[in-house]
Nanobody, 123 residues
Framework: QVQLVESGGGLVQAGGSLRLSCAAS?????MGWFRQAPGKEREFVAA????????SYADSVKGRFTISRDNAKNTGYLQMNSLKSEDTAVYYC???????????????????WGQGTQVTVSS
């Protein structure tokens, strides 16, 4: 069983940046980030395969967010730039144990989830 722990959330002004980290207790394959705003369903943000060569982003964050990972540290990252008030949400890290990278936005394909970290963007 792999445990995921997110960190790096906080309060930032619109236009600012934050970097989220996701530390895994073991080996993972694809890693993804999802978010849930108050009163809304959890939604896909970004995903990356184990090698880092394949990434996927939600249209709402393309060009502003960058997903990356350091397998030597079992850690994934989400660099968030040009933050907007609509980015305010709890951000969750998720991971798979299989090599499958298809349908990266499909939450049910991720077997491991972190507890979430709050990101608040003030306008």
């Amino acid at each position: 069983q792999v445990q995921l722990v997110e960190s790096g959330g906080g309060l930032v002004q619109a236009g600012g940046s934050l970097r989220l980290s996701c530390a895994a207790s073991g080996r993972t394959t694809a890693m993804g980030w999802f978010r849930q705003a108050p009163g809304k369903e959890r939604e896909f943000v970004a995903a990356i395969d184990r090698g880092g060569g394949r990434t996927s982003y939600a249209d709402s964050v393309k060009g502003r967010f960058t997903i990356s990972r350091d397998n030597a540290k079992n850690t994934g990252y989400l660099q968030m730039n040009s933050l907007k008030s609509e980015d305010t949400a709890v951000y969750y890290c998720a991971a798979r144990s299989s090599a499958y990278f298809g349908a990266p936005q499909a939450q049910q394909t991720y077997g491991y989830w972190g507890q979430g970290t709050q990101v608040t963007v003030s306008s």
